[in-house]
C-alpha cells in the first residue's frame, strides 16, 4: 500500500501553462507539505496545510497556489509557468514529532 | 532562524569502507534531528531520528548520536555497501508540525 502518492509522476510542459501535481496519504495523518527540490538537490518547504487549514506559507510566487479538499488530498496548482520552476516536488505529510513522510515526487519540466 | 549544515559530496567509497556524514545544525529550544535518505529517481525515506539529546537512532546498520553540547548528529556505518549509494539529508524539526529543515544532502557513491 502507498503511504503517500503523487500524479504524475513527470510533467513536461511549456512556459505559461497551467499545470497540477495532486496528492494523497492515506496515513491518516493531519498535517501535509509541498517541498521544492532544485537541480542540487536542495530541499525547500512551499506549504503546509493542518486539518484542510493553511499554516506555513513560505516566500512562493501566488502563481502557486494549494488546495486542501480534505485532510488526505493536498494538490498545487501553478499558473503560468516559468523555466525557474523546473524540479522536482514533493508532497509530505506527518502526524507528531515531525516524522514526515514523502511521495516519490513529481518532477516538472518547463520549456 | 533554524539551520542545518552537512559536509558537502560527494562522497567516494569502496565496498566495506567506514562512512561518516558530519552534521551540525543551529536552532532554538530542542529539536529533534532526523536523517533521511534519497535512492536515485525515488522519493525521501526516513532512515533514523532522535528526539533528545543523547538518543541514538539507528536503522540498517546507520547510526547517528544526537550531541547537543557539539550541536552535532553525525552519520556513521561501519561497512558500506553498494546498495547505500544515495543522497543522504540530515533534517532538524520541531513539535506542532513545523516543517523540517533540511540540509543541502550529501551524494554518496560506493564502489564495488
Known amino acids: 500500500d502507498t503511504a503517500v502518492s503523487q500524479t504524475p509522476k513527470y510533467l513536461v510542459t511549456q512556459m505559461g501553462n497551467d499545470k497540477s501535481i495532486k496528492c494523497e496519504q492515506n496515513?491518516?495523518?493531519?498535517?501535509m507539505y509541498w517541498y521544492k527540490q532544485d537541480s542540487k538537490k536542495f530541499l525547500k518547504i512551499m506549504f503546509s496545510?493542518?486539518?484542510?487549514?493553511?499554516?506555513i506559507n513560505e516566500t512562493v510566487p501566488n502563481r502557486f497556489s494549494p488546495k486542501s479538499p480534505d485532510k488526505a488530498h493536498l494538490n498545487l496548482h501553478i499558473n503560468s509557468l516559468e523555466l525557474g520552476d523546473s524540479a522536482v516536488y514533493f508532497c509530505a505529510s506527518s502526524l507528531d514529532r515531525n516524522e514526515q513522510y514523502f511521495g516519490p515526487g513529481t518532477r516538472l519540466t518547463v520549456t | 532562524g533554524d539551520s542545518v549544515t552537512q559536509m558537502e559530496g560527494p562522497v567516494t567509497l569502496s565496498e566495506e569502507a567506514f562512512l561518516t556524514i558530519n552534521c551540525t545544525y543551529t536552532a532554538t529550544g530542542y529539536p529533534s534531528l532526523f536523517w533521511y535518505v534519497q535512492y536515485p529517481g525515488e522519493g525521501l525515506q526516513l532512515l533514523l531520528k532522535a528526539t533528545k539529546a543523547d538518543d541514538k537512532g539507528s536503522n540498517k546498520g546507520f547510526e547517528a548520536t544526537y550531541r547537543k553540547e557539539t550541536t552535532s548528529f553525525h552519520l556513521e556505518k561501519g561497512s558500506v555497501q553498494v546498495s547505500d549509494s544515495a543522497v543522504y539529508f540530515c533534517a532538524l524539526g520541531h513539535s506542532g508540525n513545523t516543517p523540517l529543515v533540511f540540509g543541502k544532502g550529501t551524494r554518496l557513491s560506493v564502489i564495488a
Open positions: 496515513l491518516g495523518h493531519d498535517t
Open positions: 496545510y493542518n486539518n484542510k487549514e493553511l499554516i
